[in-house]
């Protein structure tokens, strides 16, 4: 199998707000996520982000204040010794008919278009029905956390069966490590 994660950005790596993350001051980690990428390139992982970034067609910033954004993210990451290999993000808003936003799965074929590589079983953390949605119809395996939407994704009904649950990525990353291990 290959290794790697994928994983949703706002509410999973950075503290996520209904009124979006339009600068790099408004991205702020979620404590412990760097780091737990970090453990997860120690480990021989590579990790991608896949991320819905509506703002950009909702007028709210531009993909040039997107990148800037996702340099503090490398940089700050990079200070613990860890890296995101790629970012892959969909600018489109929610009434465009894109096959890229989730919870359509286009990005995360093109990943696996890009990478080579079949994503059975690779795991995708995400705190939405459409970022476990989308991870599904790829292949990946859905993967739940509470921080983020993660608390309003689980009272909202949806099935969540068979999908494993997490505090944080740090206790995802915890408990996957552990059973490597």
């Given at each position: 199998m290959v290794k790697l994660v994928i994983l949703d950005r706002d509410g999973v790596i950075n503290e996520d707000s209904d009124d979006f993350i339009k600068t790099p001051d408004e991205?702020?980690?979620i404590p412990g996520s760097l780091e737990a990428?970090?453990?997860?390139n120690s480990a021989g992982y590579r990790v991608v982000v896949?991320?819905?970034?509506?703002g950009i067609a909702r007028g709210l910033f531009d993909t040039e204040?997107?990148?800037?954004i996702h340099d503090k993210m490398h940089n700050l990451l990079a200070e613990m010794g860890g890296e995101v290999e790629a970012v892959l993000f969909c600018p489109h808003g929610p009434k465009d008919d894109c096959s890229c936003r989730k919870p359509r799965g286009g990005m995360f074929k093109q990943l696996a278009s890009r990478l080579g590589i079949d994503l059975n079983g690779v795991p995708a953390v995400g705190d939405s029905g459409r970022d476990l949605e989308a991870a599904a119809s790829a292949g990946a395996l859905p993967v739940l956390v509470r921080s983020g939407?993660?608390?309003r994704t689980l009272a909202s009904g949806i099935s969540l069966e068979a999908i494993p649950l997490f505090e944080n990525?740090?206790?995802f990353v915890d408990s996957y490590l552990a059973?490597?291990?």
């Open positions: 991205w702020v980690p990428i970090a453990r997860l896949i991320t819905n970034q509506s204040t997107l990148i800037s939407k993660g608390e990525l740090a206790a059973e490597e291990g």
